[in-house]
């Protein structure tokens, strides 16, 4: 497997040279400059900065901290690990099963990934910086066109979808119930990633105007 390495190392500048696609609708640079100043003081320390001379921080949340669903950081099965950790790699970079969370992805281009969070249990941008506002149970649309965004709150324009609704959804087609995230099912959980809570409504709408730039 070391062999392909100089591949790999081909397909990381690949990556690099990626560029995310610009925010396709208007941006109010005024409001996107105050939401920077919100960025600088709530999220940097996690997500880092950007542009030209932007850092990433590349750090692990423990799961205390962080509060999202754990199930996924926890999926890795002692054996999986012995048998990573053997491998060339995992001798490089051995994981530490003690250092269980999640990493704090970097957000170029992060107005156009909704659902949010490593599950996709929170629909937008806005619902994720206001932990109150997450619905409980969202129909995904039926396809990523324009028309189906939400300019407003960054993400996909969903509908909240009730108990009942769910279980006559349930007895529906598959297809149909393919469209409908219910944060109740194992490992799906909204929780967590509090940071936006404590801002005003303004300050979180500046900091998505900014979030829309990157
Ligand atoms: C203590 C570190 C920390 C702080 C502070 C923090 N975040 Fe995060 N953020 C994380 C981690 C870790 C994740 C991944 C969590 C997960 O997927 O379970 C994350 C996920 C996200 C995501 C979802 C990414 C995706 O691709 O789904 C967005 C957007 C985000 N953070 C924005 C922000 C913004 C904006 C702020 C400032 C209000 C902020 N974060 C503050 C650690 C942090």
């Known amino acids: 497997m070391k062999a392909l390495e100089p591949a790999f190392r081909d397909l990381q500048a690949f990556f690099l040279s990626l560029e995310p696609p610009k925010y396709p609708f208007p941006i109010d640079a005024d ?8 960025f600088q003081t709530t999220c940097v ?20 901290e962080i509060g999202t669903d754990p199930a996924r950081s926890q999926g890795l099965s002692d054996r999986l690990v012995a048998h990573y950790n053997k491998t060339w790699l995992g001798a490089e970079y051995p994981v530490d099963t003690k250092r269980v969370g999640y990493q704090a992805p970097p957000l170029d281009g992060i107005w156009a990934t909704a659902p949010y969070l490593h599950n996709g249990s929170v629909p937008t941008l806005h619902a994720l910086l206001d932990s109150s506002s997450r619905p409980p149970r969202f129909t995904r649309p039926p396809s990523t066109d324009f028309a189906h965004y939400d300019q407003a709150h960054l993400g996909w324009k969903f509908t909240e979808v009730s108990a009942d609704d769910l279980s006559s959804t349930a007895r529906r087609s598959p297809f149909q119930a393919k469209f409908i995230v219910d944060t109740a099912r194992f490992g ?14 303004e300050e979180r709408m500046d900091l998505i105007e900014y979030l829309k730039t990157l």
Request: glycine residues 16%; charged residues 25%; hydrophobic residues 25%.
């Open 188 to 201: 799906m959980s909204n929780g967590g990633h509090t940071f936006g809570d404590a801002l005003s409504e």
């Open 45 to 64: 320390r996690c997500h880092g900065t950007y542009g030209p001379d932007g850092k990433y921080p590349n750090k692990i949340v423990p799961l205390d």
């Open 31 to 38: 409001k996107a400059a105050r939401g920077e100043a919100v």
